[in-house]
């Protein structure tokens, strides 16, 4: 699986799609980067509070409703779970191939699903990441600039650049 090649697939299919909104290309965002903290399974469970979360989506018709609308246009294959207590599960297909075009369903060399997504490492480290990205815009607000671990962030600029320098 090639990542960047499927990411342009994926956006020169977007062109041809009048139907996707900025809601669909988020939620696939975020199935897109669980597949790849999957390692590209065939098939990976999710989780849909974390989903939401990554895809910043605050109604639950919303991502249903997204996540239908994704299965039935062929960007997904989408398995609800049977029940609120059973993990769905969720099949990405594959774009872009050697010639850059879009394919057609998901029939990767991958099989098997993810076991322990809910509770893995891929969900702490976004929930660490996430913790981490509001004590940052704490520290700004408090500081009047980014700080990261009590130092000032490097990259942070105090005056513009001045335009008229060469380069």
Do not use: W
């Given at each position: 699986m090639?990542?960047?090649?499927?990411?342009r697939g994926f956006f020169d299919h977007l062109e041809t799609d009048a139907n996707i909104t900025s809601q669909h290309i988020s939620l696939y965002m975020a199935l897109f980067n669980l597949w790849n903290?999957?390692?590209?399974?065939?098939?990976?469970?999710i989780n849909r509070q974390d989903v939401m979360a990554m895809a910043r989506i605050g109604s639950k018709t919303?991502?249903?409703?997204?996540?239908?609308e994704l299965n039935d246009w062929g960007y997904i294959r989408y398995s609800p779970g049977a029940n609120r207590y059973q993990v769905?599960?969720?099949?990405?297909?594959?774009?872009g191939t050697a010639s850059g075009t879009a394919t057609g369903t998901a029939s990767g060399t991958a099989t098997?699903?993810?076991?322990?997504?809910?509770?893995?490492?891929?969900?702490?480290?976004?929930?660490?990441?996430?913790?981490?990205?509001?004590?940052?815009s704490?520290?700004?607000?408090?500081?009047?600039?980014?700080?990261?671990?009590?130092?000032?962030?490097?990259?942070?600029?105090?005056?513009?650049?001045?335009?008229?320098?060469?380069?």
């Open positions: 090639n990542y960047i090649r499927h990411l903290l999957n390692r590209f399974r065939e098939q990976f469970e919303t991502y249903s409703k997204c996540m239908k769905s599960k969720v099949s990405c297909t594959r774009f098997g699903t993810a076991t322990g997504t809910t509770s893995g490492t891929p969900f702490i480290n976004y929930i660490n990441k996430k913790n981490n990205k509001e004590d940052s704490q520290n700004l607000k408090k500081n009047g600039r980014k700080k990261q671990n009590g130092k000032a962030n490097p990259l942070h600029v105090e005056t513009d650049k001045d335009y008229s320098e060469p380069l």
